[in-house]
């Protein structure tokens, strides 16, 4: 609860915890057990950064963060805690806060896109779990897209491309190395197991732009981001990596501001093991830096797990806000993360910490956050502030008249599909056969022309047919010599039947050779007249 230019976080019977504004971009973690309270805080400081007019992304992994949307109702629990903390005079009032509802598939929410080009393939690979070796595959594929101006905007051009690069891989590896058939071959298969997932739904356009996060209202409240992930537990590999994406390309885009009286923007990252798990050395490093750096930018990550020793010691050391709820010692694995936990913390001498963790009740969290002096305060134990906000889920109905007055809903609403990699590459295929014949018959009529045009060199002007096309010399002459009503004449008075025949089979051959000749300078003609055109 926002009150007196702090954040409440929780209060006992000695003392209240506050969180300063200035000092809630150095990062925090809300850890603990299921059910033991962590949405609760969760929805009580996306409400107190809010009302401060910080807009807020949040992860809805059980599909309770959307009640932030509607005004809380009383309830015995709540009301005892208003009444013994005094909550009211403070400003406490069950109400809801101005939320956009966003979802990957489309759903709950106003589609989330991504184009394939900014995932990038490290990214990319960590959905698809590609090995070293497809990785490799996959970057050159990304490499020859954009050395050739063809964008990668959803996966069937992403499944284009990879064809494409593999059967043209001669023409590729002298420049980017080997190009494994069957590692495209693994890509491929993969892609088609993300498809499944709804990776259709997830990459195209229009892509989103993260600064639409960064909307207050009317009354300069902070919007809520509530993102429905309910579905994506299926699909946890789309999930982190999403969130992964959002961070780095937040990280990327905005500029830097120096310390600010309060954070420009507040991620928090739910179920945050998953950000980590099997997450290659390279990228984690990346990661690292970015939790040491993107204060500056006035951004505050606050990570939601049921253990802090799920968050790797580096990132871990830089989170300067915590709130411990209770975790259960069953087992030697669970005794050795209580002790992690209490190690965390600033000792209170009041108490054992390590106890006090196991035996916190629902509601109840151990906290320390940054002084003023930006100095880790003394852990306390206290009762976690109830939320304002409806505590369980909304119903369909209500989340769609939210939806359907968004602001946004215009731009995101509907799928986009411009021409990118697959239909450039779908040209190039139909024009193949196309300009191959084209060079074939240009071939053909230019060998055939240049006969033509020889013979036509070689024959005299005035001996033209009706046609219009010469014969060649000895033809004419042939012609011209014989006189077959004459010779047949002559054969019969003189030579009888016997000459009569072989005059006449001349006569005939001689007839024979004219019609092929003439048929063939009409060919000749004609594909020449075609190629002149």
């Known amino acids: ?112 896109r991504v184009t394939i080009s900014q995932m990038g393939p490290i990214l990319l690979s960590k959905i698809l779990r590609l090995s070293e070796a497809q990785a490799g595959v996959l970057n050159i594929v990304f490499k020859v897209a954009d050395s050739e101006s063809l964008l990668l905007i959803d996966i069937k051009d992403l499944k284009s491309m990879i064809n494409y690069v593999t059967e043209n891989r001669e023409r590729y590896e002298s420049e980017y190395g080997a190009i494994a058939t069957k590692s495209a071959n693994t890509i491929l298969r993969s892609l088609l197991t993300l498809e499944e997932q709804g990776g259709n739904k997830f990459f195209g356009e229009p892509a ?113 806000n915590r709130i411990q709820h209770a975790l259960r010692a069953y087992t030697p694995k669970d005794q050795k993360a209580v002790k992690v936990a209490a190690e965390t913390f600033r000792a209170n001498p009041n108490f054992d910490t390590a106890d006090e963790i196991s035996n916190l009740g629902i509601g109840q969290a151990l906290v320390s956050v940054l002084d003023k002096e930006g100095v880790p305060t003394v852990v306390e134990k206290v009762d976690i502030i109830p939320p304002q906000c409806y505590s369980g889920a909304i119903d369909d109905s209500y989340r769609e008249q939210i939806i359907n007055i968004s602001m946004f809903k215009g731009k995101y609403y509907e799928m986009l599909d411009r021409e990118s990699a697959y239909e450039r590459l779908l040209q190039k295929v139909q024009q193949a056969p196309v300009q191959e014949m084209e060079q074939y018959n240009n071939q053909d009529y230019q060998s055939q022309d240049n006969t033509a045009y020889q013979n036509q060199q070689q024959i005299p002007q005035t001996e033209q047919k009706q046609a219009g096309f010469p014969l060649p010399d000895v033809l004419q002459q042939t012609m011209d010599n014989i006189d077959l009503s004459k010779t047949t004449k002559r054969g019969r008075t003189s030579q009888g039947t016997a000459g009569k025949s072989e005059i006449e089979r001349i006569a005939t051959n001689a007839a024979n050779t004219v019609v092929r000749e003439v048929s063939r300078q009409i060919v000749r003609g004609i594909f020449g007249q075609l190629k002149r055109k």
Request: glycine share 8%; proline share 5%; with cysteine.
């Open 1 to 112: 609860m926002y009150t007196e230019d702090s954040i409440l976080i929780g209060c006992n019977d000695d003392t209240c915890v506050t969180l300063h504004p200035k000092l809630a971009n150095r990062h925090g973690i809300i850890a603990g057990a299921t059910g033991t309270g962590k949405t609760y805080t969760l929805k009580a400081l996306a409400e107190s950064f809010s009302d401060m007019g910080v807009p807020v992304f949040v992860a809805d992994m059980k599909g309770d963060l959307a009640g932030l949307s509607k005004a809380g109702e009383p309830n015995e629990n709540v009301s005892k805690r208003v009444e013994k903390y005094d909550l009211q005079s403070k400003g406490f009032s069950y109400k809801g806060y101005p939320v956009e509802f966003w979802d990957l598939f489309g759903d709950k929410g106003l589609p989330i």
């Open 208 to 320: 989103l732009e993260l600064t639409d996060f960064m909307q207050c209202d009317d009354n300069g409240k902070g919007i809520i981001n509530v993102f429905d992930s309910v579905n994506l537990s299926l699909a946890p590999d789309l999930y982190s990596t999403f969130l992964l994406w959002m961070l780095t390309e937040m990280f990327e885009s905005m500029p830097e501001v120096g310390d600010l009286e309060k954070p420009k923007f507040v991620f928090f990252f739910d179920e945050a093991h998953l950000l980590f798990d099997d997450m290659n050395p390279v990228f984690q490093r990346k990661i690292e830096q970015i939790v040491r750096l993107i204060r500056s930018k006035g951004i505050g990550l606050y990570f939601i797990t049921q253990s802090p020793t799920d968050i790797p010691d580096e990132i871990l050391s830089q989170l300067g």
